[in-house]
């Protein structure tokens, strides 16, 4: 008797929570009603004269070049100057002259020397005629706060130009 009393007290307190909801419907419904989408209409699209295409017969821009194709040449001047290829580098050609510093210099039995710092923190010693740089660079001359290199740098038609730069302590690797 307690198992169906308990159990039609708990129908009736479902019976009892269940919501009513015909009020929230028919608002919703009428806010429905009341609420008109804006579409914007398509755009109106130009038509173009239709093109006719003539290149069929050259290349295809998307082609690699035919390999046949004669190649553009340069004027070259003979007799000028040129680095010596075929010489063994030195350790300071592996560098460019932004990737090293000037660290400082000393001299011993009269003979001046260079210290020179590289970008990844090594520490190389130079003389004058020393190799440095990626450009053929030479070292002409050692100061007490300087060293004056010339370098060989390409003109584009073969042959190489002189230029002179000059390292100081105050610069750094990398400027």
Not at 46 to 71: E, I, V
Request: charged share 20%; proline share 7%; aromatic share 8%.
């Amino acid at each position: 008797m307690i198992r169906s009393l308990s159990s039609l007290l708990i129908v009736l307190l479902i019976t009892g929570c269940s919501p009513k909801l015909d009020d929230l419907q028919t608002y919703t419904q009428s806010v429905k009603e009341r609420a008109q989408p804006q579409i914007e209409p398509y755009p109106e699209f130009k038509t173009h004269p239709p093109f006719s295409y003539t290149a069929s017969t050259l290349r295809s821009p998307f082609d690699r070049p035919r390999k046949n194709s004669a190649p553009v040449a340069k004027a070259r001047v003979e007799n000028c100057l040129q680095p010596n290829f075929q010489r063994t580098k030195e350790p300071l050609e592996a560098y460019g002259i932004d990737a090293l510093a000037l660290a400082g210099n000393f001299a011993v039995k009269g003979e001046k020397w260079a210290l020179l710092k590289s970008n990844d923190g090594a520490l190389y010693k130079a003389k004058v005629g020393s190799r440095i740089g990626l450009f053929y660079g030479k070292i002409m001359q050692i100061g007490t706060d300087s060293i004056t290199i010339e370098q060989l740098l390409p003109d584009g038609a073969g042959c190489w130009q002189r230029k002179t730069t000059t390292m100081t302590t105050a610069s750094k690797a990398g400027e």
